[in-house]
């Protein structure tokens, strides 16, 4: 019987990340549905934003998951660099574009909420502009990684930008106490919340959901990494013979 591959080689994380791919997406999905059920149609109108706010149950998911991706992106380059264990560097090119996608809905839905709001789609506030520039980072990461064709070369090349580009994730969380923007605080802090509970189980249920079909997407994006850079391997050849799993 041939021996099973441990998850911290490329063959091993491509066999875990195909079992755990379709109950991670249909648990996000049934997240998803309730929380924006509850979000957008049971949770009370603001007192001060009106009915414009229910957009912010996917601005604030969004922004969350971009700044924790990042953050993990980051940590799989330093283990890449420290360990120089191949599976590392996969797993951040795997994380990048969820990431990138994180951080542009966060930009657009924040700009829908912003236009009724602020009289204006954007504002060269300190918190759209660190996330921006958050975004750009997402992008040239995902340029870079593809630019090089060699990708132990892109990998390295990869790190420094994902290693670097972390110093903004404090920037873009802590802008709204640092400068004087127009961007409103947080609701949510560790002392307690400001919101009502209905808004608050909608927000918490959104954040999971967008949290759970990260780690399903990264998956997916990690299967076609693997098997991309792993196709000259016996067990990676043997897959595409037999129609993968």
């Not at 829908?112 to 759209?128: E, H």
């Not at 990869?158 to 640092?178: E, H, K, T």
């Not at 919340?193 to 808004?199: Q, R, T, W």
Request: aromatic share 16%; proline share 4%; hydrophobic share 60%.
């Amino acid at each position: 019987m041939e021996p099973k591959a441990s998850i911290f080689t490329p063959e091993g994380m491509y066999r875990l990340a195909g079992k755990l791919i379709k109950p991670l997406l249909l648990l996000a999905v049934i997240l998803f549905i309730v929380a924006f059920f509850v979000g957008f149609f049971v949770a009370p109108v603001d007192a001060t934003q009106g009915n414009s706010y229910r957009i912010l149950f996917i601005h604030v998911a969004a922004a969350w998951m971009a700044l924790l991706l990042y953050v993990v992106m980051a940590f799989y380059c330093i283990l890449g660099v420290v360990l120089k264990n191949r599976i590392w560097p996969m797993i951040a090119a795997a994380i990048a574009p969820t990431g990138a996608i994180m951080a542009f809905l966060s930009l657009w839905t924040g700009a829908i909420w912003g236009r009724p709001t602020w009289g204006a789609y954007w504002v060269w506030d300190a918190r759209l502009t660190s996330a921006l520039i958050l975004f750009f980072f997402y992008i040239g990461f995902i340029a870079l990684q593809n630019a090089i064709t060699d990708w132990r070369r892109a990998d390295q090349a990869c790190a420094v930008i994902g290693i670097v580009g972390v110093i903004n994730v404090p920037i873009v969380y802590f802008s709204v106490n640092w400068w004087n923007t127009l961007h409103q605080g947080s609701s949510i802090t560790a002392s307690g919340s400001s919101i009502h509970p209905l808004m608050l189980w909608a927000m918490f249920l959104m954040v999971l959901a967008f949290w759970i079909y990260s780690f399903a997407a990264t998956f997916i994006r990690l299967r076609s990494v693997i098997l991309e850079r792993e196709k000259s391997e016996a067990w990676a050849q043997s897959l595409a013979i037999n129609g993968g799993l």
